[in-house]
């Protein structure tokens, strides 16, 4: 009973379709911001529903756009949403939203990138749990647009390490769209044809799920790819319990060749005259098989690869800062120019 009376106090008046919003509005997606939008109901509930129990739950929704899954989790009863949109075009049709909601539903709408702005200082202290309790009653939902999508991920994982941000407040759920094979590659297991770097990074601080695809024809105007749907779920303790950047760096470079034998990408870890002994010793210290290949290499044995090379640089604290991407020296240039 007292679910059923939830869903009626959260139901909202009769509003324009989002189709009709768009007309009405005079809205079109911009391709310079990656904008997609989602118009099948079934599919916008079916992302939501994704995201598990989110009744009087806080629900921060990153790049709303006009609306749609956004009406969606305000039917579930959330105690309060915050909409991150960087568009200003889609506010006014954010603001008939809350207007609609006002005395059921506590709704921010914050007109921000989502790259910079904090989440947390919207959530309130109240919802706070300790890392290692449950989940807080927060959520993050999003159709990422796919220009920032993995540079937003892994910069949350920074912050998942750190317990920064709305981690700051527990183990915050994600529940995000990406390109599908982006979504096939946070989720790829050992062998898999789809994985890398993000595959190791994501498994290393959540628990990844991949949910189900969305076909690209659910989308205005359709994209060229599918679209995948992906939840993460923070864990307890991270399988590598090593600095963000340390981590990054190592599993950056070792795929940095993904279908050479993994000491390969390793050796690049290291300064050109010493990079084939150290990358040796290295493996030998994790007890790796120099000629694995990367996707051969289980997200415990990463783990061993990164211990080592922090072993390494508390030996060679000159190797530490070795950045093998970084431009030349003029004279290390004209040296080799003169040979």
Same mark, same amino acid.
């Given at each position: ?19 009709? *919003? ?10 310079? @911001?990656?904008?997609?939008? @989602? ?14 129990? !989110?009744?009087?739950?806080? *629900? ?10 956004? #009406? +969606? ?20 049709? &954010? ?8 005395? #059921? ?5 914050? =007109?921000?990138?989502?790259?910079? =702005? ?8 109240? =919802? $706070? ?10 959520? &993050? ?10 540079? @937003? ?8 390490? $750190? ?8 183990? %915050?759920?994600? =529940? @995000? ?49 599918? *679209? ?7 864990? $307890? ?9 340390? *981590? ?7 795929? +940095? ?17 010493? #990079?084939?002994?150290? %990358? ?7 007890? !790796?098989?120099?000629?694995? #290949? ?10 061993? &690869? ?34």
């Amino acid at each position: 009973m007292a679910a059923a009376k939830k869903a009626l106090q959260i139901r909202l008046p009769p509003l324009p379709s989002i189709k009709d *919003v768009i007309r009405l509005y005079k809205l079109r997606a911009l391709r310079e @911001l990656s904008q997609n939008f @989602l118009m099948e109901p079934k599919l916008i509930d079916k992302i939501v529903k994704a995201a598990g129990h !989110i009744e009087n739950h806080v *629900v921060c929704e990153v790049g709303p756009g006009p609306g749609g899954i956004t #009406r +969606s989790i305000i039917h579930q009863g959330p105690k309060k949403v915050v909409l991150i949109e960087k568009d200003p075009r889609f506010i006014p049709t &954010l603001e008939l939203l809350a207007d609609a909601c006002k005395g #059921r539903v506590d709704i921010d709408i914050i =007109t921000g990138d989502i790259l910079k =702005t904090d989440i947390a200082q919207f959530i309130p202290e109240d =919802t $706070k749990h300790e890392w290692t309790d449950s989940p807080p009653p927060i959520n &993050l939902i999003g159709n990422l647009p796919f220009s920032v999508s993995t540079i @937003l991920i892994v910069r949350w994982l920074e912050m998942i390490s $750190k317990r920064e941000g709305p981690w700051s407040l527990g183990r %915050a759920r994600m =529940t @995000l769209t990406f390109q599908k094979e982006v979504a096939e590659r946070m989720a790829a297991p050992i062998m898999d044809k789809q994985r890398c770097r993000l595959s190791v990074m994501c498994q290393n601080w959540c628990n990844v799920k991949y949910k189900f695809d969305i076909p690209g024809s659910a989308f205005v105007p359709k994209p060229e790819v599918d *679209v995948g749907v992906v939840t993460l779920t923070p864990m $307890k303790e991270p399988i590598i319990n090593l600095p963000f950047k340390l *981590v990054e760096k190592v599993i950056r470079q070792v795929f +940095s060749m993904r279908q050479k034998y993994s000491i390969r990408g390793a050796q690049t870890l290291f300064p050109e005259e010493v #990079r084939e002994e150290m %990358a040796l010793r290295m493996y030998k210290m994790a007890e !790796i098989d120099p000629i694995t #290949r990367p996707f051969q290499i289980a997200n415990g044995e990463f783990g061993r &690869l990164c211990e080592a090379y922090n072993e390494i640089i508390k030996m060679y604290p000159e190797f530490e800062n070795y950045d093998n991407r970084a431009p030349k020296k003029k004279s290390d240039v004209e040296v080799e120019a003169k040979i």
